[in-house]
């Protein structure tokens, strides 16, 4: 089995449109969520989300490409273009034969679905653009990446809803630790902040009309956000023959499936994708100084990841340190976790920890450190990173620090 | 057909049992609605009487719609269907 190191970063999001901004956001724990900006917003109940600032398509992509890119792809190709360049790879001859791109979404393209609905339901129109289906689809985004980089080994994208990234950075992992595939781009886009993706949402009930308070006892709920993160996962002594700066090792993966409902999380499927993950990766509990956990500041979420990362972790729960960035970044659903994954080289290679903020009271159900408000400094060698969809399927990557 | 009627059709139908077997006193629980079944059952409410029920479903029982028992899903929506008339 090979080692896999990332080699590069990519990012954009509510807190910034590169890794460097996003990174200064967390540390300083500034808060991306603000008035939703769209069409129809005056027509919702929820009007606040982690929304991409200041994003102008026309500066990055020429009049063909924006015909093909939805506003998820948009967001993919731009952290994808800032990992590769990172990584100083060049995929252009026989190396791109053995590297791929595998992605995570929940909903592809539903920008473009909720435009040209309105167009054929709302105008009464009887035409749509003719590439409709090509920008909408949810591979589009990796097949994008493919064709831009020339990666000819395996592609694919995966959509297993709040989890799609991590089960995408899980498989491109073991790809790469298998020797499937030299290196991976992974990670995930979502862009679901739109009038229909949001009414979608609001159906459920589980939408905070003010703010996303992970693990504060006055939690009302999740707050949505878009945006992609994307990583280039590469054999690491690939990566250490050419002399690349490694960013973090990516040591270990796993996923369970609760098979029990459709949207309530379970303390046990959660535990089992935790405990996997660490001996996936040959750690102990006490090896882990940092969780970046999925946190969506729902009643349901909170309370169950909290027991489940207890259970799993025992006695060494109690000098663990977890916090939640979605309440500075928003919950980007399908991309959540590679956004979050950040975090996670954070804490590794910088040693400060990003913090839980808009935390304002404990909650017994949620007794961890969840490092309040303010991020902190702290030498670790090891962190994992949740994700758990609705549908119960969960997945958890370790890292560890270069 | 009066509000009450109408709730314990709703009520019934979300718990696949028949009118007559749902009455007033009952909670929603023993009737073996959960989660997602009171998240319909408030979506049913409000297209049945054109209102909109403050409810979220993190903190249900915060949400100024006490939706512990039939009574008080009729009490509550006779309520607001007379503050929109």
Redesign the interface.
């Known amino acids: 089995m090979r080692r896999v190191a990332i080699t590069g970063a990519g990012t954009i999001n509510a807190l910034g449109h590169d890794v460097a901004t996003t990174l200064a956001a967390m540390r300083e724990g500034r808060c991306g969520i603000g008035p939703l900006e769209f069409r129809d917003v005056d027509r919702l109940q929820i009007r606040i989300g982690g929304q991409v600032r200041g994003w102008e398509a026309e500066a990055h992509f020429n009049r063909q490409d924006l015909a093909l890119f939805d506003r998820f792809t948009q967001f993919t190709m731009i952290a994808a273009r800032q990992a590769v360049t990172q990584s100083g790879l060049d995929f252009s001859g026989r190396l791109g034969l053995e590297c791929g791109v595998v992605l995570g979404t929940a909903g592809g393209g539903v920008n473009t679905w909720d435009e040209n609905y309105r167009t054929v339901y709302e105008d009464g129109k009887n035409r749509v653009h003719p590439f409709v289906v090509p920008k909408l689809m949810n591979n589009a985004a990796a097949s994008h990446v493919s064709m831009e980089w020339n990666l000819r080994g395996p592609s694919f994208t995966v959509a297993t809803a709040c989890a799609s990234s991590n089960h995408a950075m899980g498989l491109a992992f073991q790809m790469v630790r298998s020797g499937a595939a030299r290196a991976m781009i992974t990670g995930g886009s979502e862009a679901m902040l739109c009038f229909g993706g949001i009414k979608a949402w609001e ?4 939408m ?1 009309k003010d703010a996303c308070r992970p693990f504060s006892a006055n ?3 999740m707050v949505q956000g878009e945006g992609a993160g994307v990583f280039v996962f590469e054999d690491w002594d690939h990566a250490v023959a050419r002399g690349a700066d490694i960013l973090t090792e990516v040591a270990g993966f796993a996923m369970s499936s609760d098979a029990a409902d ?3 999380p379970s303390q046990a499927g959660a535990e089992r994708a935790i405990s996997g993950a660490l001996r996936d990766a040959g750690l102990n509990p006490a090896d882990v100084g940092y969780v970046n956990a999925h946190g969506t500041g ?3 979420n909170d309370k169950t990841e909290c027991a489940a990362v207890a259970h799993a972790f025992g006695a060494d729960a109690d000098r663990l340190m977890i916090s939640s960035t979605k309440a500075m970044h928003g919950h980007l659903i399908g991309g959540t976790g590679a956004v979050e994954l950040l975090a996670c080289i954070m804490a590794l290679r910088d040693g400060v920890i990003a913090p839980t903020i808009g935390y304002e009271e404990p909650d017994p159900e949620c007794a961890l450190d969840v490092v309040p408000n303010v991020a902190r400094e702290a030498k670790i060698d090891a962190a994992l990173s949740n994700a758990f969809a609705f549908g119960g399927l969960n997945a958890v990557i370790a890292l560890k620090r270069a | 057909m009066s509000v009450k009627n109408r709730v314990i059709a709703i009520i019934a139908e979300q718990a696949v049992l028949d009118v007559d077997q749902v009455s007033p006193e009952m909670r929603l629980d023993e009737l073996g609605i959960d989660s997602l079944g009171l998240v319909e059952s408030v979506f049913a409410i409000e297209e049945a009487f054109d209102i909109s029920v403050p409810f979220n479903a993190n903190a249900p029982e915060q949400s100024g719609f006490d939706m512990t028992t039939v009574a008080s899903i009729i009490a509550a929506v006779e309520d607001m269907v007379a503050q929109s008339a």
Not at chain 1, 203 to 206: F, Y
């Open positions: 159906g459920l009930r589980v905070s939690r009302n709920g459709i949207v309530m729902t009643a349901a």
